[in-house]
C-alpha cells in the first residue's frame, strides 16, 4: 500500500474512531512519505493529520510537535507568505492559547498576521479577524498602544466589510472601548458606545 492510500485508510480509520488504528496507519505513511525527504510535503500532510489524531487523543503535546514540523516544512516548500503557512499557523495559535501559553501564542500570531497582511493586504476581513485576536491577547499581557492600533485597524476594516450594525463590529467596538477604559479613556469609551447604539 503506497503511502498515498495509507494516509486515505487512516482518514477513514479516524472519522470512524479508530485513532489507534488511525495512528498505526499514519505512522507507517510517515515512514514511507520520509524517502521522498525530510522536507517533502507529503510528510508535512503525515504531520498535520498526526496532530490532528494527538489532538483527539488528548495530547496537545504532541499535537504541538507535529504542527511545528509541518509548519517548518511548508514554510521551506512554499515561503512564508502563502496560505498553507497561515492555515498551520493558526492551528499552532489555536493550540498555544488551548495550552495557556501567552509567550508562544503572541509570537505566533504576530506571524500569522504579517503572512496574512502579505497574503491579504491590510483591508482584508481574515487579516483584521486575525489583528482582533492580537490586539485582545496585547490587551492582556499590558502592551495596550499595540492594542490600540490593532483594534483600530480591525474596527475600520471590518465596519466597512460587514458595516457598523454588525455582531464581529459589535464585539471589536465593545473590547476596544474596554480598552479605553483600562487606558482611563472612559469618555472616549462611552462615546464610542454610544455612537455604536452598543
Not at 474512531?17 to 505512522?27: A, F, P
Not at 495559535?93 to 495557556?100: F, N, S
Not at 483600562?182 to 454610544?194: K, M, N, S, T, V
Amino acid at each position: 500500500m503506497t503511502w498515498l492510500k495509507k494516509l486515505s485508510a487512516a482518514d477513514e480509520a479516524v472519522r470512524f474512531g479508530d485513532l489507534d488504528l488511525g495512528y498505526l496507519l499514519l505512522s507507517e505513511a510517515m515512514e514511507e512519505a520520509k524517502k521522498y525527504g525530510t522536507d517533502s510535503i507529503g510528510l508535512a500532510k503525515v504531520h498535520e493529520r498526526l496532530a490532528a489524531v494527538e489532538l483527539r487523543r488528548k495530547d496537545p503535546r504532541a499535537a504541538l510537535l507535529h504542527l511545528q514540523i509541518t509548519l517548518s516544512i511548508k514554510e521551506a516548500n512554499y515561503g512564508w507568505q502563502h496560505f498553507e503557512v497561515a492555515k498551520t499557523l493558526t492551528k499552532l495559535c489555536d493550540l498555544y492559547a488551548q495550552l495557556d501559553d501567552l509567550e508562544n501564542t503572541e509570537v505566533s500570531l504576530e506571524r500569522l498576521y504579517l503572512v496574512q497582511k502579505a497574503i491579504h493586504g491590510e483591508g482584508h476581513v481574515e487579516t483584521a479577524t486575525t489583528a482582533h485576536h492580537l490586539a485582545l491577547l496585547y490587551h492582556a499581557v499590558g502592551k495596550r498602544d499595540k492594542a490600540e492600533i490593532l483594534y483600530k485597524m480591525a474596527l475600520n476594516t471590518k465596519t466597512k466589510c460587514f458595516g457598523a450594525g454588525n455582531a464581529q463590529v459589535a464585539a471589536i467596538l465593545s473590547d476596544y472601548a474596554r480598552l479605553l477604559k483600562d487606558l482611563h479613556r472612559a469618555e472616549e469609551a462611552e462615546h464610542l458606545l454610544a455612537c455604536a447604539n452598543i
